[in-house]
């Protein structure tokens, strides 16, 4: 892999992690003034070769009149895609820029240790596999979600109950939080069954602390091996 795919896959977790939170923003103000109000009709993009696409402003003032009315504290289908597409996004990046010897995998091994390492990468697949290959409004598992990293941890000896304890004061002290910060993932790989719902095995909160963390990671890299700012 070239040092040019690296940073693409690096700046994907970036990207994804900057407008997670901005979608969050938006999310919460279409719930704060109702938006659909202000939808023209059509909306009109020029693609390139001067082609016209016209988006159907009934179909987004029904999307925006649905957040206005879903009460705080409950999750709305715009919540739903931003959340899932940016975790989605950022284990994507993380594993394309892990996939082979590079000054980052070196720089995330050195911080974590070899087995916390394999621990780390083993729990980022499988939430990349589920949300690339997962159809059900429920996100319930596939076998061929886990299947591939299971008979991996068996081939090389490791327990199929997998841990990732992130602590922000030991790994990543450069950045800006309490020095108890942290928290703690678990996926038994063993145990796991087809149609079994992810979020009991990786709840919401796992998911954004997990996405945050790597996001982090990639900051620290990028100031303390890269050198910028």
Known sequence: ???????????????????????????????????????????????????????DGGLIETVLHHEYATPDGEGSLFEYFVEFNAFRGVAMGM???????SPFRAFLIARLG???Y????????????VLSHNTHAEILLNAKDYEGRRKRIVRMGRSTEVTFVAHYGIDLPEINVPEDYGFGLRVDFGALE????????????????????????????????????
């Open 95 to 101: 594993l394309e820029a892990l996939r082979e010897d």
């Open 1 to 55: 892999m070239t040092a040019t795919l690296i940073d693409d896959a690096l700046l994907l977790v970036e990207q994804n992690f900057y407008f997670l939170h901005a979608g969050e923003f938006f999310a919460l103000w279409s719930r704060r003034e109702n938006l659909g109000e202000r939808v023209p009709p059509r909306l009109v993009k020029v693609f390139e070769g001067n082609v016209p696409y016209v988006f």
């Open 118 to 129: 394999e621990n780390f990468v083993d729990i980022v697949a499988f939430v990349r596999n």
């Open 194 to 229: 087809p149609s079994q719902p992810f979020l009991e095995i990786l709840s919401m909160g796992d998911l954004m602390l997990l996405t945050e963390w790597c996001f982090n990671a990639v900051m620290v890299y990028r100031e303390r091996v890269e050198g910028r700012e």
């Open 114 to 116: 070899e087995a916390r």
